[in-house]
């Protein structure tokens, strides 16, 4: 979506106290499109913030969804559908000899449909559900996408209303690999193995050891997995598929993140995702499609079902992009400030949960190399109004992941403090154990 919608979004937060605790909305609120997102690359030539490269139909046209712990980015192409994945923990150098978040992964689903009729992508914000739906060759074909957060993974259903009629190649690309010599060296590589293609490398700068997997569960026909020109699974002629994506790294938030000053130090080299993963890919393959669906949907609903808020009197039916524009032209019609107030609930659920790193600014998506303004904590507003929401629009829970942050921070909070007044004030300076109060940059 567009960074001004998003940022309407979060300003509905700050104007529209909401606290009651009601009953779901009997309004089923869709952010949705009857084309498929564009996808024509990023672009080196330009730089924002100190980011890059910009991709300006990421940011434009893909729907966000997210689980806290990590997002993807969705296109709902029918010819080779992308899936960008951001991971909070992966990060690398940033601006002014910071570090930020980075892409972490990029999947592609070659469908080869060019000629489709009755299209239709939406992000229903009531579940948190991303649809796609269309015809090819009198063929119906459907797609689900939802970020569980109770089980950690990123799970998609790929259908078709006749047997035998679904398939498609998947592959995997770990982006922006750079050699030793080069700026920002990213290393590693992209296996498949059977049912599953594995992603796993290292950041030299930071230590970091990442990993991701992605498993694919057909209904059948066949599943072949091949290496030959790029890690690929192909499947054919299957009657459904469910795919499965889980990631992570040996990041670990604890005080020793902020009181250790060389980054390369921060973080553990000697640990490894794998285990953490393959027990995530592994019980999520053991619920299946529709347990994982309904542990996402009580989970999320619990959060988003608490507040109900009308504007307009009825739903306007509109593709999204021309709610947009005609709003532009004629504000009266309120109903686009209703659905930004709720897109911007369903933002910060699938950015900020108990047990991740909290929102930053980007939320938990981040197409980039280099992320603007790397993505992270700017104390001077931008956390402010990334949390606008977790009180004013009954969400406290998503105020847990940033207060776990915080808990990590203080240690070094209160070293700032301790330095600052000894430095600037020296006969203000107390010697007792916490004396000096904290300060966070």
């Known amino acids: ?7 309407l979004a979060y300003l509905m937060f700050f104007c529209v106290n909401v606290f009651s605790q009601v009953k779901s909305t009997d309004r089923i609120y869709e952010i949705w499109d009857n084309q498929p997102a564009p996808n024509r690359g990023q672009d080196y030539t330009r730089v924002l913030a100190g980011g890059f490269p910009v991709d300006p139909d990421w940011e434009a046209h893909s729907y966000p969804i997210g689980n806290g712990y990590m997002g993807a980015n969705l296109f709902g192409r029918t010819d080779i559908e992308r899936i960008q994945i951001t991971n909070k923990t992966l990060a690398n150098s940033a ?9 972490f992964a990029e999947v592609f689903l070659d469908f080869g449909h060019y000629d489709v009729d009755n299209y239709k992508r939406s992000l229903n ?21 939802f970020a569980n957060y109770p089980s950690n993974v990123i ?4 259908s078709a209303n006749k047997k035998a009629s679904l398939s498609f190649s998947l592959k995997a690309v770990i982006p922006y690999l750079r050699s030793k010599g080069e700026k920002l060296p990213k290393f590693g590589t992209v296996t498949a193995l059977d049912n599953t293609i594995t992603l796993s490398g290292n950041v030299p700068s930071h230590n970091i050891n990442y990993e991701g997997q992605i498993k694919v569960i057909n209904d059948g026909g066949k599943l072949i997995a091949e290496n030959g020109n790029g890690a690929e699974i192909r499947i054919v002629d299957a009657n459904s598929a469910t ?15 902020f009181l250790t ?34 542990q ?16 307009s009197p009825a739903v306007t039916i509109a593709p ?5 524009e005609n709003y532009k032209k004629n504000p009266s019609d309120v109903y686009l400030e209703e659905l930004m107030f709720h897109f911007g609930r369903y933002l910060l659920i699938a950015s900020s949960r108990k047990g991740t790193l909290p929102c930053g600014l980007q939320g938990v998506w981040s197409q980039y190399h280099v992320t603007p303004w790397s993505g992270g904590y700017w104390h001077n507003i931008n956390v402010q109004m990334n949390y606008w929401g977790a009180f004013s629009a009954n969400l406290t829970e998503t105020f847990e992941a940033y207060e776990e942050y915080f808990n990590a921070y203080l240690p070094k909070a209160h070293k700032n403090a301790d330095e600052y007044i000894k430095a600037y004030y020296p006969n203000n300076y107390s010697k007792t154990e916490k004396g000096n109060g904290w300060c966070i940059g």
């Open 320 to 324: 999204t992009k021309t709610l947009v």
């Open 261 to 294: 000053d060389d980054v390369s130090k921060k973080l553990d080299p000697s640990l490894f995702p794998h285990e953490q993963i393959t027990k995530s890919i592994n019980h999520a393959s053991a619920l299946g499609f529709e347990n994982l669906k309904k």
């Open 125 to 145: 914000l009531n579940e948190a559900i991303s649809y796609v739906s269309y015809e090819h060759k009198g063929i119906s074909y459907s797609r689900e996408y």
């Open 1 to 7: 979506m567009p960074r001004k919608l998003i940022t």
């Open 95 to 103: 601006m002014n000899g910071r570090s930020g978040i980075t892409n």
């Open 296 to 311: 996402h949907l009580k989970d999320y609903q619990g959060l988003f079902s608490r507040v109900s808020l009308k504007f």
């Open 243 to 257: 795919i499965l994506i889980s990631t992570g790294t040996n990041y670990r938030l604890s005080d020793r993140i």
């Open 155 to 158: 799970v998609i259903k790929l």
